[in-house]
């Protein structure tokens, strides 16, 4: 046969074993079947033959009743108002936050997925998602190759946004290097296109773009007609007339904000409202569930800790890595992507406090559902990620979207902190500005702190 040996602390369970032996402090009291040692006590159940037991190892005689206290008459009432199971403990909270510190500075895995992750994902964020569109191959193909062809395709020359490659001889080399890929932009100026100049009529350019990429396609079609616009008026001008078909309207485009149109200083801001948005969450969300994969719950359930003073204590360790996580992302923004921030840092620092106050007040929700980490993750991972890119204006502005999608993106953190983050580092907004967003964030935060206590039980169901 096989003997299994159990133990445990709960008279239940081991009512359930065909025999046990009752220990304290390291000695044994009896041992038999559990209805042999209810038996030989006299007692009900086998929590009350347990008391039996410890009485006599300790020498209490519990055939006489103990006397009546005496009457307290103090009429200090803090004792009694903090044992009160109902009533709301600092210290209990501050018991719990100690305590999911300590097991989370004994986890090396786990703090350094808090510390090195954002570290790691702003680096390949900030240095591989651009959307400055820089270098397009493009190539000529002058059938005309007079001086004003040549003056033409001289614009494309010495541009951040081309690279000029050799000419093109034919249309099926320009065929060719289109289907390769290798050439997105063929620039054809068909013969008679000078003497059309001269003569004050409409000249004509082919300009074919690779288009299999949409959002860059239609950038390199602006950046084309931007040149030909250039260098068409300057021709035209020299001839002296008045119009050729060219649109010469003087118009001039200025940037209000991010003179340099780099995208950087857009996706740095970005990077920070998605890091302290992801990492946050999923580590809330484990420690709550850890809890229940361990068994530690219990100690919530059975102790007179109220669910607010569990999900606080659980949630303030998580809120201080995000701030020093916070501290490390901005450092590295200034320091290495070189984008320092136009407004006051008090501003933003305010925001991302309530901010990822929010971030893990939802990692906390998600665990309210979720019984294993493996699902907390995956589940935290997808349902703040999704917002906080597609719906949040990190890729297209909130008020572009509509219905059921713009309710969804303005009921999450994301969606408000960016604009913070974007007007403090590129536009040198104020709290005149963005106190709106700030308080948008913090009644989400309450939010989410309401619906978790409701879903937390005290007890198992």
């Not at 410890?54 to 020498?59: M, Q």
Request: overall charge neutral; charged content about 15%; proline content about 5%.
């Amino acid at each position: 046969g096989v003997t299994i040996f159990l133990s445990t602390h709960f008279a239940n369970e081991a009512e359930r074993c065909d025999r046990i032996s009752l220990m304290h402090a390291g000695k044994v009291l009896a041992v038999g079947t559990p209805q042999e040692l209810v038996k030989a006590r006299g007692s009900a159940s086998i929590d009350e033959a347990f008391v039996e037991y410890l009485a006599d190892a300790a020498g209490i005689d519990r055939s006489k009743k103990p006397a009546p206290a005496a009457p307290d008459n103090r009429t200090d009432k803090t004792d009694a108002k903090a044992a009160a199971p109902g009533s709301f403990n600092p210290a209990r909270l501050w018991a719990y936050a100690r305590r999911e510190t300590l097991e989370l500075l004994r986890d090396p895995i786990r703090l350094a997925f808090a510390l090195l992750g954002p570290i790691i994902l702003m680096l390949a964020f900030g240095f591989g998602i651009s959307f400055d569109i820089e270098n397009l191959q493009m190539a000529a193909f002058d059938q005309d190759n007079t001086p004003q062809s040549r003056q033409l395709l001289d614009g494309f020359n010495g541009s951040r946004y081309f690279s000029v490659q050799p000419p093109i001889r034919s249309a099926a080399e320009a065929d060719q290097r289109m289907r390769s890929g290798n050439t997105q932009i063929v620039i054809e100026v068909p013969a008679g296109f000078g003497r059309d100049l001269l003569a004050k009529r409409q000249p004509e350019v082919d300009a074919r773009i690779d288009g299999a990429m949409t959002f860059r396609g239609q950038t390199a079609q602006n950046y084309v007609i931007g040149v030909v616009r250039k260098e068409g008026n300057e021709l035209t001008s020299k001839r002296g007339a008045s119009s050729t078909g060219w649109n010469d309207d003087d118009i001039e485009m200025r940037f209000r904000y991010n003179q340099a149109f780099l995208s950087v200083n857009a996706m740095v801001p970005g990077v920070m409202m998605l890091l302290l948005c992801l990492i946050p969450a999923i580590m809330s969300a484990i420690a709550v569930v850890r809890e229940k994969e361990t068994g530690s719950i219990a100690n919530f359930r059975s102790t007179p800790i109220t669910r607010l003073e569990f999900l606080l204590g659980k949630q303030l360790p998580y809120v201080a890595i995000s701030l020093i996580s916070f501290v490390t992302l901005f450092l590295m923004a200034v320091g290495i992507f070189h984008v320092p921030p136009k407004g006051p840092f008090l501003i933003l620092l305010l925001a991302t406090v309530i901010y990822v106050i929010a971030t893990t007040g939802f990692g906390q929700l998600v665990s309210s559902f979720t019984q294993t980490q493996v699902a907390a993750v995956f589940a935290t991972a997808i349902l703040s990620m999704v917002p906080a890119i597609n719906l949040s204006g990190l890729l297209a502005p909130v008020s572009s979207l509509s219905g059921s999608a713009k309710v969804l993106g303005l009921s999450f953190p994301s969606a408000w902190y960016q604009p913070i983050a974007v007007g403090v580092f590129a536009k040198d907004l104020g709290f005149t500005a963005l106190w709106p967003n700030i308080a948008a964030i913090t009644v989400i935060a309450l939010v989410f702190l309401l619906l978790s206590l409701a879903f937390l039980r005290k007890q198992e169901a």
